[in-house]
């Protein structure tokens, strides 16, 4: 079953979020044994195309636990670096 999270940054998150990136990046990198597959994600970005202000995931699990689970032992979530997110299913029309 697919999910979406959507999140932005708290206020004062993008501090916090340079100081947790390699922790963050390092967990992405291992999401299996979480029973994840994470189909895309990324940074949301200003305009700028440069600064980022939150994140965006669509991932590949059995059930919502599992998606909210993955959600919240993320670094930056435990760092307090989002504000809260929304976790939506997912039905995939169209795309690679």
């Known amino acids: 079953m697919l999910f979406v999270i959507h999140v932005l940054d708290k206020d004062d998150g993008f501090a916090k979020r340079m100081e947790h990136y390699p922790a963050h990046k390092a ?19 200003k305009d700028d195309g440069e600064t980022p202000v939150g994140s965006h995931f669509v991932i590949e699990v059995p059930d919502r636990k599992t998606a909210e689970n993955f959600h919240k032992n993320d670094p ?14 997912f039905v995939k ?3 690679k």
């Open 27 to 45: 967990y992405l990198a291992d999401a299996t044994k979480l029973g994840v597959t994470i189909v895309m994600s990324g940074p949301l970005m």
């Open 76 to 89: 930056f979530y435990k760092a307090g670096v989002w504000a809260p997110a929304t976790v939506t299913a």
């Open 93 to 95: 029309r169209q795309g």
